[in-house]
């Protein structure tokens, strides 16, 4: 049996490849970027205005000569125009493209106009300016050609507005793994069934799939009998259609957990099994020759439940470069746990006035007491090595509630 930090290890050691695929730029949130984007032209492409006022010759006003000719205006979006000698001022606007011959801008708060005859003036109230004030310089941020974003970046909404501006409409991003979800037991009905005495609804596998579908990540329920034949040709089917694969139930001790067997008969090389942890003591890890995962997480609810948040959620998102931050949260009642187990304590949390994570111990009746995962909002790890856990320490906090990645 291995400690928590082991399994943890173990599946992080794990760098899957789930190829990539093409997007459209609008839909691309979210997603990771599988090629570099780079600059398609100089950052800024031209020398850019960036205020609205006269653009004129540096050398002229140097000289000290304050008042020019308007020669015309220039808007942005236009050609650039040239200046017919250094008598001469144009009115220029933000965004525009610096005239011919111009090396200065003048902003409107600095200037004065006035009229001789039907000659349009302006009149520069200013002492001193630097070449080129005003003027956001051709290739100044970057360099055609330059690196503007690597791969393996997140996409946010900068990202977005530079692959924008460089005339990415469509781009190749990393493929999401289609995950299949395998739930195993005879004595499981679907949700929608009444079950007779001795049958229960699957709940584990439904809450696996709607925690993927939040997190929009693409994935198949399948549920199989416990038939070692059965298991075995459906199990092979499924590897192959599928980057990765979770299951619920079948995996400790009972006359029908047969799969840790038919996983090792389908070439599934067991990287563990049995982890020193209350719930999900069982938990079986395995991955196949073309680098295909199999969770096999133990089939009481909690089990299942902790193990697919404790495990697998953060090795997925950290292979998504969505790092789930940890987090910890301050034990406020004494907690008694004898074995020499890591115990992922169910917890009730309250945000503190010194915005302190505050856990309040929700035990239940253990890892088939389905009913009181409603009263808990997280899991609180309590590492193996004494029996009893003082309030005011602090802790592994895992929350159920993964809406900020979605
Ligand atoms: N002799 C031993 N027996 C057991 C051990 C052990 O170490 N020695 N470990 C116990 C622990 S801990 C757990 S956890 C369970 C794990 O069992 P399995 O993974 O083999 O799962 P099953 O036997 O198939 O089912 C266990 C339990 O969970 C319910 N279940 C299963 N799948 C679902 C589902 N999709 N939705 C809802 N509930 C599900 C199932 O009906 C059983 O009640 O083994 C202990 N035994
Ligand atoms: O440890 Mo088992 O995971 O149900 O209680
Ligand atoms: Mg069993």
Known sequence: MISVEEAKNIINSQKPNW?????????????????????????????????????????????????????????????????????????????????????????????????????????????????????????????????????????????????????CDVVKVQSKPNVAIVSTGDELVDVREKPLPHQIRKSNAVAIEASLNQLR?????????????????????????????????????????YLPEVLEELKVEKLFHRVAQRPGKPFWF???????????????????????????????????????????????EDVSFKPDLGYFLQIRSEISVQGHIDAFPEMGNGSGDLANLAKSDAFLYLPPGQNLYKARKSYEYYSFDISSLA
């Open 286 to 332: 395995g991955v196949n020759e073309v680098g295909k995962q199999v969770f096999a997480f133990p089939g009481n609810p909690i089990s299942t439940y902790m193990c697919f948040r404790v495990y697998f959620m953060p090795w997925l998102m950290k292979n998504l470069k969505r790092e789930i931050p940890m987090k910890v949260a301050i034990l406020q």
């Open 217 to 257: 990540i693409p994935n198949k329920r399948f549920h199989l009998v416990d038939d070692k034949k059965e298991l075995k040709e459906k199990i092979r089917t499924i590897l192959d259609e599928f980057d990765l694969v979770l299951m619920s139930g079948g995996v400790s001790k009972g006359k029908a957990d």
């Open 19 to 167: 190829g990539d695929r093409k997007v459209l730029l609008a839909e691309s949130m979210g997603e990771v970027l599988a090629e570099d984007i780079s600059a398609d032209r100089d950052f800024p492409p031209f020398d850019r205005v960036t205020m609205d006022g006269i653009a004129l010759s540096y050398e002229s006003f140097h000289q000290g000569q304050r008042e020019f000719k308007v020669q015309e205006i220039q808007l942005a979006g236009e050609p650039a125009v040239a200046l017919k000698n250094p008598d001469y001022a144009i009115e220029i606007m933000t965004g525009a493209m610096l005239s011919k011959g111009c090396d200065l801008v003048i902003r409107y708060e600095d200037l004065e106009f006035f009229e001789e005859g039907n000659q349009k003036n302006v009149r520069i109230i200013l002492d001193s300016a630097e070449r080129w004030k005003n003027v956001h310089k051709q290739g100044s941020d970057l360099g055609a050609g330059e690196l503007l974003i690597p791969e393996g970046q997140l996409i946010t909404a900068a990202e977005v507005a530079i692959m924008a501006t460089v005339g």
